[in-house]
């Protein structure tokens, strides 16, 4: 009966009774008052919004605490709320370990790259690696790879949309989810167009407070249930888990299967830790702040929040599999993506579930306009101003084109949610850690770091990891070749099973390209005769350790 | 000898600072502290995920009830990130910003000698 309500595709069925969960009219009535506030904040943020400093970097006039609400607002995706949720929730511990990386990895930023980072750049990620190299190539190769990496990141969250939208809103036929990922995009461009960094930060921040104190109450709610006990809301999970239950507080239920499992495991670890300090869009936060003082105190709050956050993620998802049940969970419209929603409306009814809905929207919403900024920025400010025009354009013409470029990225990531809509798109996001890990975080430590790293050196890492990160990819089991043992079904990106031209066995390919990214940078770096730039290192290295010379918040 | 007199006719107000010995304490205070700390919470960091992905039975030893040596170790991560997070911040806000601040003046004023 259920199964077939899903073939049907019925807006959330449950198993036990196939009753409508939840009201989307509630869901869509508390996200479009979310859209009308920070619509107002975004307008009147944007009075301000003259210079490329403004429209960029915020007039680098955010406090450490603002940057770290609004980093947490960036980085907690849909992907990693609703995502970590349910596979808490289906795989028990093995869920755990994703938020386990993804929070360790801030201490890369926080130690080797937040304020270096912020005292040596002015509004992108080549601004650092390009500052005592060779401009034009390294601002090349550091663009094409900051928008490779947004690419996906984008790709990822749009198509998310579509799932969401069946999930949240009731919304099944492919033109009517095609018809909100089109709305969310065009809002995203709006955001961006007018509130430029400014109230794209802004709506991270509103987003980050709502998500958290959202599901703060959910965990607490949860927990007040087992008489605040984590034991006992485990047992409470292992209980419904019936038959295997006891695998959900054992590591292995989802990595365990075999050897190559688990260095799939290990790989992907390896990319979650060394990824996130590499991901253009949060590095891009760090210049909306005066100082690098600043800049490590938005690493150390963004640190709190996230922590928090994902200790959150564990009652909840721990709370789902408890009080809702893993056969429910599967068997809704949106699969482990619904663990969360469905446990909002087992806890608090309509109202819950709207909000928790309407959140995930804005989370969307938030990180995808996040992205576009950085994106624009990457285009205009490196490859138009600094590639194209050698560095002589006017900032009014340089913001101009980014503008433009922000319609041009965001119609791109309708049209690219609308035609990923329903694919399996998942590791699109893990292709994003492992490129940024590959490609960019070598350089930017070289370059931080070794006095003798030059051009040849970061093009080879850039481009190696960049290319190989993403080679491996193709040719491994998540492209082509992966049939699932039960029911002969492709589990793949491409569907026909016929199709195989898997050869790399893992699904991740940090645990390669990573290596290989650092040990290009470093080979290609020996094998030049290029002579470093020593005046350009020193006023770097002392640059970025004192902040002097850096560029300072615009005042109005 | 002669090399260095000639060097420090041509070199820049940043490369003196670069050679102060103020500036070479703080960087090398810096890399004292960041380095073996990065090499700690990476090496803590893997020997989890390595515990995790290869020794099932250890991780899944009942402490208490439900509570798994594996899950105490996953919270373990979370405890030392933060402790991490505040020593750092602790460190760099005592020890290191009234040097760089120092410093900065003197080069944004065009003090240095």
Redesign the interface.
């Given at each position: 009966m259920t199964a077939a309500a899903v073939a049907a595709g019925l807006p959330l069925a449950t198993a036990a009774t196939s009753e409508q969960v939840g009201s989307p009219a509630v869901n869509i009535g508390i996200f479009v008052a979310f859209v009308l506030v920070t619509l107002v904040i975004v307008f009147r943020a944007s009075r301000n919004n003259k210079t490329a400093a403004d429209y960029y970097a915020a007039g680098r006039s955010f406090t450490g605490p603002q940057n770290g609400t609004a980093i947490a607002g960036d980085y907690l995706s849909a992907a990693s709320f609703l995502g970590i949720a349910g596979a808490i929730a289906l795989n028990g511990?093995d869920g755990?370990?994703y938020s386990?990386?993804f929070?360790?990895a801030?201490?890369?930023a926080?130690?080797?790259v937040a304020e270096l980072l912020r005292n040596t750049g002015r509004f992108t990620m080549a601004d650092v690696l390009s500052f005592r190299l060779r401009q034009r190539p390294v601002r090349m190769a550091a663009a094409i790879s900051t928008l490779a990496v947004v690419f996906f990141y984008l790709l990822a969250q749009m198509a998310g949309a579509g799932g969401l939208v069946a999930l949240l809103l009731g919304v099944t036929s492919t033109a009517g989810q095609g018809l909100v990922i089109a709305v969310v995009g065009a809002l995203m461009i709006l955001y961006v167009l007018v509130g430029g960094m400014k109230g794209t930060t802004w709506v991270q921040i509103i987003k980050a407070i709502l998500l958290i104190a959202g599901s703060a109450v959910m965990a607490l709610w949860v927990l007040a249930q087992f008489g605040f006990n984590?034991?006992?809301l485990?047992?409470g999970a292992?209980a419904a888990g019936g038959e295997g239950g006891e695998a959900l507080?054992?590591?292995?239920k989802q990595?365990?299967v075999s050897a190559l499992t688990?260095?799939d495991?290990?790989s992907l670890?390896l990319a979650l830790?060394l990824g996130t300090a590499g991901l253009p869009h949060v590095l891009m936060r760090f210049y909306t702040v005066p100082t690098?003082?600043e800049a490590?105190?938005s690493?150390?709050w963004a640190?709190?929040l996230i922590?928090i956050f994902?200790?959150i993620t564990l009652v909840l998802g721990y709370g789902a599999g408890a009080l809702v049940g893993p056969e429910t969970i599967r068997s809704a419209p949106g699969g482990a993506n619904s663990a969360a929603p469905l446990l909002a409306y087992e806890l608090g009814g309509v109202v819950l579930l709207g909000f928790i809905s309407a959140v995930a929207f804005a989370t969307i919403l938030a990180v995808v306009a996040g992205l576009t900024i950085t994106a624009a920025a990457s285009f205009a400010h490196d490859i138009y101003a600094n590639v194209i025009k050698h560095g002589h354009v006017n900032p009014d013409g340089e913001v101009r084109v980014a503008r433009i470029t922000v319609v041009g990225i965001g119609l791109l990531a309708i049209a690219g949610g609308i035609f990923a809509n329903g694919q399996n798109i998942a590791f699109l996001v893990a292709l994003a850690f492992a490129v940024a890990a590959s490609a960019n975080l070598p350089t930017i430590i070289y370059s931080l770091f070794w006095r003798r790293f030059n051009t040849s050196g970061a093009l080879w890492s850039m481009y190696g990891g960049l290319v190989s990160a993403i080679v491996l990819i193709v040719f491994s089991p998540v492209v082509s070749g992966k049939v699932d043992p039960v029911t002969g079904d492709s589990l793949s990106m491409i569907r026909d099973t016929a199709v195989d031209f898997a050869v790399f066995p893992l699904s991740n390919p940090g645990i390669v390209s990573i290596p290989l990214g650092f040990l290009l940078g470093a080979l290609g770096t020996v094998l030049s005769r290029e002579t470093p730039d020593?005046?350009r290192f020193?006023?770097m290295?002392?640059?970025s350790?004192?902040?002097?010379?850096s560029e300072k918040a615009t005042v109005h | 000898m002669s090399e260095a007199l000639h060097t420090a006719e041509t070199?820049?107000d940043?490369?003196r600072?670069?050679r102060s010995q103020e500036?070479q304490e703080?960087?090398s205070r810096?890399r004292r502290f960041?380095f073996p700390?990065?090499a700690f919470?990476?090496t803590w960091?893997?020997l989890?995920?390595?515990l995790?992905?290869?020794a099932?039975d250890f991780?899944?030893i009942r402490v208490?009830?439900?509570?798994?040596v594996?899950?105490l170790f996953?919270l373990g991560?979370?405890v030392t990130?933060?402790a991490?997070?505040?020593i750092?911040?602790r460190w760099?806000?005592r020890r290191q910003?009234a040097v760089?601040?120092r410093?900065?003046e003197h080069?944004?004023k065009g003090e240095v000698r």
């Open positions: 511990y755990f370990l386990i990386g929070l360790v801030w201490l890369v926080l130690l080797l984590l034991s006992d485990l047992a292992v507080i054992e590591p292995g990595y365990g688990q260095l495991f290990i670890a830790v690098g003082q490590r105190r690493v150390v640190i709190w922590g994902y200790l020593l005046e020193a006023q290295e002392v640059r350790l004192t902040g002097a010379g | 070199e820049t940043y490369q600072v670069q500036f703080l960087r810096f960041v700390m990065t919470f990476l960091y893997f989890y995920a390595l995790a992905a290869y099932h991780m899944s208490t009830g439900t509570i798994t594996g899950l996953g991560q979370f990130t933060f991490i997070t505040m750092y911040a760099a806000n910003d760089a601040e410093l900065r080069i944004e």
